[in-house]
């Protein structure tokens, strides 16, 4: 069925490595109840699954890519579920596909020459990805020495001007909330973002798709700055961040990111990534480029 969110399918695991809830069903329908337009089209086969949205005569992945940081087929690498759908489209059906790492790059191209198309690729962005060795001072040595001083630094004025701050993992309604809030009275790009649908969008991927928010706190229990996130076994996904804009010259941000970079080495996972971006922030702490394509193609003979 087109809208068969039950499919076995989803229980495939991505074609590109560690790209957290993305092509996952509990983001995607979530995102579907919130966010999407169009007509829905989840194709499988028996080892491979897509999920699309077709509006008019251009069929996109589901999930807009200012919100979706990763886009992969589920199941095998040569995704025979894209072979499938391109044999069925009318003519001249435009075929837009982002947000790909290289890994399911690779097979989706491969699909369409097979199928006598001619696919075009660009880098249209880069996610930023952390790779974490096995100890926190391991971690501090990668950096360099400029700015390992300066992460200690910012860490120590924190801690004895409001401190000594701590990170609590709030759950709830409430721990939305505040995350909105913050993010509300930010300046600059994030002022305008959290509009009440962006809220709710987000309350359900906390209640919905297992996002998690952690919150610094000073030593009143002020929180300072919170992250909204995604984590499994391997990585921590950093989804959005806010910070209480009385303490910015604390750089409430930074403190945050360095227990939240030391907890996630404690905790054994192999990866924390910035997702999508490249300020220059995430790449002073240690983060390297991941390249994310997009590729587009016109399917079907002409109408």
Same mark, same amino acid.
């Given at each position: 069925?087109?809208?068969?969110?039950?499919?076995?399918?989803?229980? *495939?695991?991505?074609?590109?490595?560690?790209?957290?809830?993305?092509?996952?069903?509990?983001?995607?329908?979530? !995102? !579907?109840?919130?966010?999407?337009?169009?007509?829905?089209?989840?194709?499988? =086969?028996?080892?491979?699954?897509?999920? *699309?949205?077709?509006?008019?005569?251009?069929?996109e992945?589901?999930?807009?890519?200012? *919100?979706?940081?990763?886009?992969?087929?589920?199941?095998?690498?040569?995704?025979?579920?894209?072979?499938?759908?391109?044999?069925?489209?009318?003519?001249?059906?435009?075929?837009?596909?982002?947000?790909?790492?290289? &890994?399911?790059?690779?097979?989706?191209?491969?699909?369409l020459?097979?199928?006598?198309?001619?696919?075009?690729?660009?880098?249209?962005?880069?996610?930023?990805?952390?790779?974490?060795?096995?100890?926190?001072?391991?971690?501090?040595?990668?950096?360099?020495?400029?700015?390992?001083?300066?992460?200690?630094?910012?860490?120590?004025?924190?801690?004895? &001007?409001?401190?000594?701050?701590?990170? &609590?993992?709030?759950?709830?309604?409430?721990?939305?909330?505040?995350?909105?809030?913050?993010?509300?009275?930010?300046?600059?790009?994030?002022?305008?973002?959290?509009?009440?649908?962006i809220?709710?969008?987000?309350?359900? *991927?906390? =209640?919905?798709?297992?996002?998690?928010?952690?919150?610094?706190?000073?030593?009143?229990?002020?929180?300072?700055?919170?992250?909204?996130?995604?984590?499994?076994?391997?990585?921590?996904?950093?989804?959005?961040?806010?910070?209480?804009?009385d303490?910015?010259?604390?750089?409430?941000?930074?403190?945050?990111?360095?227990?939240?970079?030391?907890?996630?080495?404690? &905790?054994?996972?192999?990866?924390f990534?910035?997702?999508?971006?490249?300020?220059?922030?995430k790449?002073?702490?240690?983060?390297?480029?991941?390249?994310?394509?997009?590729?587009?193609? =016109?399917?079907?003979?002409?109408?």
């Amino acid at each position: 069925m087109a809208d068969n969110w039950l499919a076995d399918g989803f229980n *495939l695991p991505a074609v590109a490595a560690r790209v957290g809830p993305f092509p996952g069903r509990d983001w995607l329908q979530t !995102w !579907w109840k919130h966010r999407g337009d169009g007509e829905l089209l989840i194709e499988e =086969t028996g080892d491979s699954l897509l999920t *699309l949205v077709r509006r008019d005569r251009r069929i996109e992945f589901a999930g807009e890519p200012d *919100l979706t940081d990763y886009h992969s087929p589920l199941g095998s690498p040569d995704v025979p579920a894209l072979r499938g759908l391109v044999c069925d489209l009318p003519g001249q059906t435009e075929l837009v596909l982002d947000s790909l790492p290289a &890994e399911a790059t690779d097979g989706i191209i491969a699909v369409l020459r097979e199928s006598g198309l001619q696919p075009t690729v660009e880098q249209h962005q880069v996610a930023a990805v952390l790779s974490l060795p096995g100890t926190f001072d391991d971690y501090l040595a990668t950096i360099g020495k400029k700015e390992r001083h300066e992460l200690r630094r910012k860490r120590r004025r924190f801690d004895s &001007e409001v401190g000594p701050g701590r990170v &609590e993992r709030r759950t709830g309604i409430a721990a939305v909330a505040l995350f909105a809030d913050l993010h509300r009275r930010s300046s600059g790009d994030k002022s305008g973002f959290m509009t009440d649908e962006i809220e709710e969008f987000f309350l359900a *991927l906390h =209640t919905h798709a297992a996002a998690v928010i952690d919150v610094l706190v000073d030593g009143s229990g002020r929180p300072a700055s919170a992250i909204f996130s995604f984590e499994d076994g391997d990585g921590f996904y950093l989804y959005n961040s806010a910070f209480e804009p009385d303490l910015m010259s604390l750089s409430p941000g930074n403190v945050m990111l360095a227990h939240l970079i030391e907890r996630s080495i404690s &905790e054994g996972k192999k990866v924390f990534d910035f997702l999508k971006g490249d300020e220059t922030y995430k790449f002073r702490l240690g983060a390297e480029a991941r390249p994310l394509y997009r590729v587009t193609a =016109t399917v079907g003979p002409p109408a």
